[in-house]
């Protein structure tokens, strides 16, 4: 898992790389000057809406932000203590992120674990934006313009992400999925 620590030090060579101070990204992603001194020291986890925020902010895809690329290989390897890990806003839900940073604003995948009554909520995607949501284990509930669609373990749900949507765990056991992010 990537730790606050982690991620700080990367968002701290982006902010400098484009000249920015504390005040000016603070301005530009509405994240507290505070917090994101915080972050940069790896005092504070980020929310899943800080780092994209941050990533708005710089320009970046979420990954790209928070992704941690070694040296090219034939065949790369990430171990599982390196894989960047956000929380959703209300915590109850693990986002792990799966796919590297070069292929931001392509193609983006992630493992969720939900704990019970957690909701994973999201802004409108770019235009023509589709999310692949395949239930690994338990039940999941997919919010999308007032329609709401149940997807059991083993279902794969695919939807336009163009408007504002969420995933909830709207049950009382754990859920996990994969999640892919097709622009």
């Not at 780092?51 to 065949?75: C, H, K, M, N, T």
């Amino acid at each position: 898992m990537s730790s606050a620590r982690d991620i700080g030090p990367h968002i701290q060579r982006l902010r400098k790389e484009r000249r920015m101070t504390l005040d000016d990204l603070a301005r530009a992603s509405g994240v507290s000057r505070s917090m994101l001194s915080q972050v940069e020291r790896g005092q504070a986890n980020p929310t899943l809406a800080t780092v994209w925020a941050l990533a708005d902010a710089f320009g970046v895809g979420v990954s790209e932000l928070i992704d941690q690329v070694g040296p090219e290989r034939a065949i790369q390897v990430s171990p599982a203590a390196q894989i960047p890990e956000m929380r959703s806003d209300d915590g109850g839900c693990v986002i792990r992120v799966l796919s590297p940073g070069d292929s931001v604003g392509r193609l983006e995948w992630y493992e969720l674990a939900f704990q019970p009554g957690s909701v994973l909520a999201s802004e409108a995607h770019a235009r023509g934006s589709r999310e692949h949501l395949t239930v690994l284990d338990g039940t999941l509930t997919v919010h999308l313009e007032g329609h709401h669609q149940q997807v059991g373990a083993g279902a794969t749900a695919r939807y336009p992400v163009d408007s504002a949507h969420a995933i909830e765990n709207a049950t009382d056991r754990p859920a996990r999925a994969l999640l892919i992010v097709a622009f």
